[in-house]
């Protein structure tokens, strides 16, 4: 006999414990999430509204939030609200496959009022970029720094030695020439003497002596006259000789105007890294998170979700033809962000998620699209069938707007690049560990100089030459090809940028330094002359001055010599 | 008030505890042993849960046989694993088990799993013998039993029964 009482009251138990796990799923689930999120990320996960019940085929949420785990004050991610339809058919038959589901309002980065941190992260390692780009600038800022900087010796030797010669020889004909008149005392001595013995000729016999001595006077003076001529026309000789050492001088500055050379030739890839490595770094680095953070997000199910039932085997019957046990065949995405404060929304797709991928055959595929200020397409694919774990992403921004932006080579030279707009296409593979792929920037339509804080004149034109061959470059092309391993990505520069404008500068300074060469040849040849023109006009003046008065002097002294000759008595001789 | 509370109190235990009778303290033994043998995330341990609750079985001694039996179930996992591996690879039962295996509800019994089959499978077969050799010792050893645990008030309170003239020295 059936014992209604046990059976109600039994029955109204279970009622009890079904409608526990009915209305308890949600809150179980709710813990069961925020442990196990909290645990992997070490930030907080805030669920609001969740619904979930065993009894029913759709589990949604309200707003949820989980927090960055290095800024306190940022989430991580955020949505609204998210809802997934299981098919009905395959859970019952322990099947979880969302044939549709949705996550809306997504939000990456968006602020919180409280932290969202549980415990300290730990430290993040810098970026992987940007770590030789000071040596790389500093590689090329030696080059067009000292080129802007330089100042040309323009103390030539030939006007050294030219001012020596002209500040030197009218010493020399002046002392000739004062030699010259010191002569006129004794001239004059003589003369006197001479004129003494003619107003009283009858002291001749007793002046002979005195005679006598006043005629070797005369004699010594026209030998000292000779004297002084010989060394003009030695001095001739040697202002020759000194001219030909101007000339030489000459010689010597020409050669050493010619030595002048561009020593300093910019390195194009130097000057990629420097000019574009930062930002094509970044971008790389980007990509390259993407692809890091799909390797995080999507493990291995097999290598990370060991099961931990490990009781017995289950067995896989022949013509057996499951689907996985947990599959979502499609997840629509929407939500907005914001990258380097440009504004976005996105729109995407996750497609062929599931815990055993080798059952489901395909890998699974993510897609978003962003439209606003910043505009992408973003296309993943995530293969985990096989043994080894391959990672596929793609981003294409057609048109982002790069701001403009001074790039300093040091405290007074800067590029100037200005705005432009940038195509960028990247392609990353990542199979086991090992990273592949190129990220590929084209700017086209941007302006691109250079400044400098240097005033003399030599920089002011190499700056103006730049500028104009500068000027002439419109587009370029970046392409970073990437190796290396997922945790130790490598990635090597290749621009077009780079080349070109150490082109521009190349042929620039070539251009400065040979202008420079010829006015300063120019110069040189102005000095040379000048100075021997100098020279030439020193000789004939300052020569023909002590001449005349040497000659002058010769034939007071020759006059004077008939004079005191003529005193004496006929006959005599003076030895 | 008090009285009515009372009396729902005293028929919920009553309903919980079931029935006195040996042979159906047997049967929640027995039924007790199948529950604990098999993994319990198998609806079979569900299924075998309502059949508890849906007859007068002693609910202590089907409590007490489960969790017994679960840890014996626990050391006859590599006896259920081959007992189940010879079952599920047999031959002649493949297309029986794919047919299951595709049908609804069928597959939250992990029937497919060795160790559930095996567990299933012993038990089921160990249900009878288990189910006599409990019911004779109940016959015999019960009055003894029950005078032995008449002395403690918890099982008096649970049991609803008042202390035996000679129990209470």
Sequence with gaps: MIQWKFIVVRFSILAILLATLHFGSAPLLDYLLRCSVQSATGSRLEIEDLNASPFQTRVSTGPVRLGHPRKPLENLLDFERAEFKLDQAMLLRKKFIVTRGSVEGITFGSGRIESGQLEKADAVPGSQVSNLLAEKGEQVT????????????????????????????????????????????????????????RDNPLNTLRDLPKIEQGFRNVDRLRNELAGIRNRVSRYRAQVLVDRKNILDAKERDLARIDEIRTDKRLNGRSLSQ???????????????????????????????????????????????????????????????????????????TVQGLTTQPEIHGQPARLQLQAEGDL???????????????????????????????????????????????????????????????QVKATQKDFDLGIESE????????????????????????????????????????????????????????????????????????????????????????????????????????FRLQERVGSLLPAGLRIR | MFLFLYKSSRMILTAIRGSHSPEQIAFGIALGMVIGLIPKDSLFAFSFGFLIFATSVNLLATSLSAFTFSWIGVLLDPVSHVVGRLILAYPGLQTTWLWLHELPIIPWTRFNNTVVMGSLVIGLLSMLPLYLVSKHLCIRLAPGLQAFLLRFWLYRKLAGRQKLAGAEE
């Design chain 1, 454 to 557: 240097h005033q003399n004149e030599f920089a002011a034109e190499i700056r103006t030459m730049l500028n104009e061959d500068l000027a002439t470059i419109r587009e370029y092309e970046v392409v970073a090809r990437l190796s290396g391993t997922v945790g130790d990505p490598q990635w090597q520069l290749h621009s077009n940028l780079g080349p070109q404008i150490a082109k521009a500068m190349n042929g620039s300074m070539a251009r400065g330094y040979q202008k420079k060469k010829k006015e300063l040849v120019a110069r040189l040849n102005h000095e040379t002359d000048q100075a021997l023109a100098k020279v030439a006009g020193l000789l004939r003046e300052q020569e023909q001055k002590v001449l005349d008065l040497v000659n002058e002097k010769s034939r007071d002294v």
């Design chain 1, 142 to 197: 030696e080059g067009l720094v000292s080129l802007l900087t330089r100042r040309f010796e323009e103390n030539f030797e030939t006007v050294r030695y030219s001012a020596e010669v002209l500040d030197r020889w009218p010493d020399e004909y002046r002392k000739l020439a004062d030699e010259a008149k010191r002569l006129e005392i004794r001239i004059r001595a003589v003369r006197d003497l001479a004129a003494s013995f």
């Design chain 1, 274 to 348: 420097l000019l574009v490595g930062d930002q094509q770094g970044k971008r790389v680095d980007q990509a390259i998170a993407w692809v890091q953070w799909m390797r995080k997000t999507f493990p291995h199910p097999k290598k990370t979700f060991q099961a931990t039932r490990s009781r017995g085997e289950t067995i896989r019957f022949r013509g057996q033809q499951d689907p996985p046990d947990l599959l979502v065949q499609l997840l629509r995405l929407s939500g907005h962000g914001t990258l380097d404060r440009k504004p976005y929304t996105f729109t995407g």
């Design chain 1, 375 to 437: 505009q992408f397409t973003l296309k993943g694919m995530i293969d985990r069938r096989g043994t080894v774990d391959h990672d596929r992403i793609s981003i294409e921004i057609p048109d982002l707007v790069i701001a403009a932006r001074n790039l300093k080579m040091d405290d007074s030279v800067q590029f100037r690049l200005g705005r432009g707009r940038l195509h960028v296409n990247a392609r990353i593979d990542l199979v086991g560990d090992r990273i592949s792929g």
